[in-house]
């Protein structure tokens, strides 16, 4: 079904993109780290920043557009150097095995075992790279139910106050004090994008996912903007099943309605 143009193309600028899911879905590896849902992005108004002329386009644009992508972020871990080499042997690296969709961001093929109290724990979780300053367990609701980690909303790299647990690799074994926690949702862009939708880093936007029988809208989706990101919702597994985002028919972020709840 060919979706509804806008008749007006050049109104004003919109703070919301309305997009259409394709047929790009990839249901190929339901065991794959991060599960993208990839839509061709439609806007009301071509946006000023990308220059056909100049060949500049912002990371991520695609027709002079932002380019919408929801990725559904599974249970994963970051490591520092030193747990890396604890976890894996002396002298070991982290191998990329599948770059992310953000630049320079990969999943690694090497997994931890994350022991709870109780011996309650999950095999295989997969360790992301780069390395970090500090080593973060993040998981969703439902996997910190099953592990038995009473794991808080937090926004990676809080992790104050937080949990801990035990890493079980082939070479050694890493307790952590603190670092366990459910990855805030949120979104990732660089400043054109976030000048298109009119948002500053560290505001809250909304997403909207339309899906047969289960929409939902998600508040407080965390603005993450940089130079270099590309357009990027993270949203965790019991999340993405909520909406059944797989099947979603359309996918909205925009600002806050009323902007009322600016903080
Ligand atoms: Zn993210």
Redesign the pocket.
Known sequence: MRPIENSQPNQNRKQETKTKMTQTIDRSQIEALVRNVIRGTRDAAPAKVADSLSGFSPPGWVDGQPNLRVSI?ARHVHLTDEHVEMLFGAGSKLEPDKDLY?DGFYAAKQTVMVVGPRRRMLPNVRVLGPTRPFSQVELALTDSISLGIDAPVRH?GHIHDTPGCVLVGPAGTVKLDHGVIR?AR?V?MNFADADHYGVKNSEKMQLVVKSKECGVIFEDVLV?ADKDAKL?V?IDTDEGNACNLEAATEILLRKDSCGCKKK
């Open positions: 972020s953000q990676s990855a949120h990732h993450r990027e993270h």
